[in-house]
Nanobody, 125 residues
Framework: QVQLVESGGGLVQAGGSLRLSCAAS????????MGWFRQAPGKERDLVAT????????YDADSVKGRFTISRDNAKNTVYLQMNSLKPEDTALYYC??????????????????WGQGTQVTVSS
């Protein structure tokens, strides 16, 4: 079992930056692809970015491409989401999640086995 705890959310003005962190418990962090998802009120949970087990492959949603960067440090059991040039439409509850299946499933929410509780990001205009 993997427990995930997100941190780093908050209130920021448009154009600002935040760095989210997700700390994982257990000794098998490197066995999981990791993803960041977000859910705004009244909307579905959407994939933001995902990173492979070793960090060599990443995928960013079109809505965040060029502004957000996902990374991981397997020695620290932590995945990060650097968010720059934030926009009001980025306002959401951000979740990290762990996926032990093949990399080809990394874009599919159902493929993620473990989820954190989320951290709120609010971007004011």
């Amino acid at each position: 079992q993997v427990q995930l705890v997100e941190s780093g959310g908050g209130l920021v003005q448009a154009g600002g930056s935040l760095r989210l962190s997700c700390a994982a418990s257990g000794r098998t962090f490197g066995a999981y692809a990791m993803g960041w998802f977000r859910q705004a009120p009244g909307k579905e949970r959407d994939l933001v970015a995902t990173i492979s087990r070793g960090g060599g492959s990443t995928y960013d949603a079109d809505s965040v491409k060029g502004r957000f960067t996902i990374s991981r440090d397997n020695a620290k059991n932590t995945v990060y989401l650097q968010m720059n040039s934030l926009k009001p439409e980025d306002t959401a509850l951000y979740y990290c999640a762990a996926n032990r299946r093949a990399w080809e499933t990394a874009r599919l929410p159902w493929a993620y086995d473990y989820w954190g509780q989320g951290t709120q990001v609010t971007v004011s205009s």
